[in-house]
């Protein structure tokens, strides 16, 4: 563990989004004494990113929507020194400095901390195909790459968009786009779409992009771009051997840790190549801290490392990184990966393990699926919604669940979330005196008849 | 417990709401042979009692709605014997022998059981007050009230009307007759509506009302009513000394267990006068079960017996009693008291202790209450919600929750129901991984901002 911090210390955070900007404000809120730096290399921090793909569907109008809190809020309310356009490029952790480059100057700076937060996120992979090069091909995954896409679209002159990548930030450009009134065509390599899922419920969310219009190549391969009669501007997306015509592409093919700078100070990644850290996210050099979308976290079915980059997940770990480097002694309880996604008019959400998940982890895992309404019969207005509950056969400890549906499915899987950190079984869940009114329920909750389903399943 | 069911024994079940034909539902399912009798004193079985107000309010238009399974079903589809019209009214346990009397007959009938399930709910309390025997004046309880209220606002002649009682069904009553443009006046004992909530919640219910055009009257004593120009119709209510106009009145003023059956056969009630039963929901005698809200329940969190009757715990103790009295050995474990009701715009619901109710029980408890939205920061269409928490000073156990918002309330309620029954303390709260999307949630869910508040509260 870190040593408690000296009175007047440094505290460096590298990267000013969700994490760092939690950890750095959880500093300066302990100890006002402590020089608190941030380092980001763009022009922002502590942006939504999670609300570009809304955005870009100008359903959320302005850039300042985005931004709750700009550098100079931090600089005057919280004191602290966030330095924008400052990339960090080699740390030393025994010497505990660390070397930054300026945007728009020639020197470096050399800053000495006596903690250091690794708060660098993740990027986008941009995979090497012919053609990625051509105007109109965009990653989605910071701010610039928002504001990019929205100027693109602002010209006019996109009928037709095609996404490559059908996970969650995928689908929800898919809709962003149709919001938009463009012919989306979503290109995946896998057989399913939303493969964090199992198949028997993303098929449901398939069955919604072919509803809304949406073009659903699946196990085809992009082959590349060709540009159409602009020879600089991206016309066509080769998918498979089939030629798509497409005035905008979106590669929405996955992110991976930004890990450089811990590496070029050989911290130790895990098992998923991510940053390794205890529950106290500190790495392996005892003066480094890690969190957010760089780093690995511990997943509280399997307690195994696993690597599921998601903000609440950066907003916890960066309070908890921050506590710690200035010396505080607090522990992260781990993740369930819980997620939720609107895909136009569906809530789809998971927690913990898949059937097909747990069954790689090696659980002899049974599952029951039930769907249900919304609300009680006879009030009107009930959607159908469905859900499924991961289990293993013996004893029923409860492993994960999914749910998909039209309402009330982003917070009923916190439901399930609960009984996950909580070890319970399905037994004890189907126990859970949850909440009735035929407004936005019925007697029996779904995933009380999920719940029931289950211990069948375990008796027979 | 009871001894096994017999070969070919019989099961009788009085009362054929929720818990009765939960009951009779689950014995016929696991004992094809046994012959199961249910008596029911009305002309309906398993209607939707919580649905009456929107049925009243003309939001559920058909009766029909309201009875999703009729007598017909049961006895067609499930083979069990129901009997309407049929009122059980003396009950031998050891000669194991229940009296009926049958409407429109003069003999009654006696039925032997190997297991009698008592399940005779609860009926409304019509004060004995001046004029309350004029026409107009209603209570709200069974199928039948409900359509002696529909059938008299049918009439037309109903401008104005005066709610005795602000608990949850008094609310939803003053928005079913808000909606029919019927001037409302809501009169309360006490000095805040929904006594079970704590005062700094419920005042946002009553701002709710206020803002919806309801008259509040609180801390007022109904001393009668009066006709108006038709002399066998209520014209008038005395609210303390005020004389209100009132072409109908709802006496929503409470309901007591119906445990008539149950003396007359010396079983045993509890302290709460409602029938004790244990875990298997048995009575004091060994043939008898009871379920539904004419009997107590385990509170999880105080572990002491309460009478709070709903829907919810209605349907799982039948299904309990009934899977018991053929032999079965299943435990109920227990209610949090969750309930959740639509007043107007508003969600609002509870589960376990208030703070209120937690001093009471002679808890040292702590509360935290706080605002948020429940969308991301720049998504539109966010909502404010208010959350409150309960929990024992010394540890942070989790006592109980409040949640009054006007979205994603009513299931977000379930995810604490869910922490009482894991026995969480507020710091395993703050740390369950909670969804996260910008149109369904902050980052921080605010049930989290919620137990970080509490957290603070404890190491201060």
Aim: negative net charge; hydrophobic residues 40%.
């Amino acid at each position: 563990m870190p040593s408690a911090m000296r009175e007047g210390g440094r505290l460096v955070v590298v990267g000013g989004d969700a994490a760092g900007m939690s950890a750095a404000s959880r500093a300066r809120r302990l100890r006002p004494d402590v020089d608190v730096v941030v380092l980001e290399q763009g022009r922002d921090v502590s942006y939504a990113a999670c609300s570009l793909p809304y955005y870009i569907a100008d359903l959320v109008t302005e850039r300042d929507q985005l931004v709750r809190y700009d550098a100079d809020f931090f600089r005057r309310e919280r004191h602290i020194d966030v330095r924008l356009g400052t990339r960090a490029v080699e740390l030393e952790a025994r010497r505990r400095t660390v070397t930054c480059e300026i945007e728009g100057t020639p020197d470096g700076e050399v800053l000495e901390f006596d903690a250091l937060v690794i708060a660098t996120g993740a990027r986008a992979v941009r995979p090497p195909l012919p053609g990625v090069e051509l105007d109109g091909v965009f990653t989605l995954r910071t701010l610039a790459d928002g504001e990019r896409i929205k100027r693109f679209l602002g010209s006019g002159q996109v009928r037709s968009a095609t996404v490559v990548g059908g996970g969650y930030i995928g689908l929800e450009m898919a809709e962003a786009l149709a919001a938009r009134d463009i012919g989306v065509t979503v290109v995946e390599l896998l057989p399913t779409v939303l493969f964090t899922y199992d198949p028997d419920m993303s098929s449901i969310v398939e069955a919604e992009l072919l509803a809304n219009g949406v073009v659903l190549h699946k196990e085809r391969k992009v082959g590349g771009f060709e540009p159409g009669d602009d020879p600089g501007r991206v016309g066509y997306v080769l998918s498979g051997g089939q030629r798509v015509a497409a005035d905008l592409v979106i590669m929405a093919t996955g992110v991976r840790p930004a890990t450089d700078l811990a590496e070029s100070a050989g911290i130790e990644l895990g098992p998923t190549r991510a940053i390794r850290t205890d529950a106290r996210q500190v790495t392996s050099e005892p003066s480094v801290l890690a969190a957010g979308d760089c780093c690995e976290a511990t997943h509280i079915v399997t307690r195994r490392p696993v690597w599921i980059p998601l903000g609440t997940t950066a907003n916890k770990q960066g309070k908890i990184a921050g506590e710690n480097a200035v010396g505080g002694n607090v522990q992260f309880g781990g993740i369930a990966g819980t997620n939720v996604a609107k895909v136009f008019d569906l809530e789809v959400a998971q927690t913990g393990l898949t059937a097909v998940g747990a069954k790689a982890e090696g659980h002899a895992a049974e599952s029951a699926r039930i769907r249900a309404s919304t609300r009680a019969h006879g009030y009107p207005g009930g959607q159908e919604i469905t859900v499924k509950l991961v289990f293993e056969k013996d004893g029923g400890r409860l492993l994960g669940g999914q749910i998909i549906g039209r309402e009330r499915v982003a917070k009923r899987i916190d439901t399930i979330a609960t009984a996950l950190h909580a070890g319970m079984t399905v037994a004890d869940l189907a126990q859970v005196d949850m909440s009735y009114a035929p407004p936005f329920a019925p007697v029996w909750d779904p995933i009380l008849i999920a719940a029931g389903q289950a211990v069948k399943k375990l008796a027979g």
